[in-house]
């Protein structure tokens, strides 16, 4: 069975725009220098780019997905699998909030 690349990808990506709007992060291109990832290389798997033949653009670093759940909270199941909220504990923050908000009135 061929893994599911371009969905794990993509998944990637989305993960990148949400830290984006939310100003977690100013672009791919900071994040990759921030964390030491090759600026171009993401830019051409996001965009679809097909390399000459033995260049490996297709795939991301797994340190990247390493970044993304330690220090941004993004979950791992549902990069790799698709499962469950982008967000780690998103259930668990939401209900914190409406506990706060009812505290407060």
Do not use: H
């Amino acid at each position: 069975m061929k893994a599911p690349t371009k969905e794990i990808n993509d998944r990637f990506f989305q993960a990148i725009e949400f830290l984006i709007f939310t100003k977690k992060i100013s672009g791919l291109g900071p994040f990759c220098e921030e964390y030491g990832f090759n600026r171009v290389r993401y830019i051409n798997v996001r965009s679809g780019y097909k390399p000459e033949k033995g260049y490996a653009y297709k795939s991301l670093d797994i340190e990247a997905f390493y970044v993304l759940a330690k220090y941004f909270n993004i979950s791992l199941e549902w990069l790799l699998f698709g499962i469950g909220n982008m967000i780690k504990n998103i259930s668990k923050k939401i209900k914190e909030a409406e506990e706060d908000v009812e505290i407060q009135n």
